[in-house]
């Protein structure tokens, strides 16, 4: 009998628009970690919690917070469009999301949320 690791993870590297990407998604019991990144690094690192929603009318918004890095508005509407179906898929669970990004296009937006789902844990 196969032991079911602690904690499930799955990686990717690909190149989204002419730049080299990787992406590291690990599922904990509690939270679910993604990491994009095309530095090679971490970057900011952001919080993404799910508000209760009244009567299971609905799907929670997710309230942003950046825990480590630049806080600016612009960071936040990536860490919303890049992760909220992962939230929404994982049954809800707070998102970390550790995103370091050079292409900052719509198009670039999109590329990355299909190499996030590729490396599906939740």
Sequence with gaps: MEAKPIVDSRQREEVVRGVPTQVVCTAFSDHILVVVTQYGKMGTLVSLEPSAVANDIGKPALTTKVLLGQ???LIHV???NLVTFVS???GNKPVL????LKDRSV???KALKELIRSCQVW
């Design 107 to 109: 198009e670039g937006v």
């Design 78 to 80: 990536f860490a919303k």
């Design 88 to 90: 929404q898929e994982g």
């Design 71 to 73: 806080d600016e508005p």
């Design 97 to 100: 999301l550790a995103v370091a």
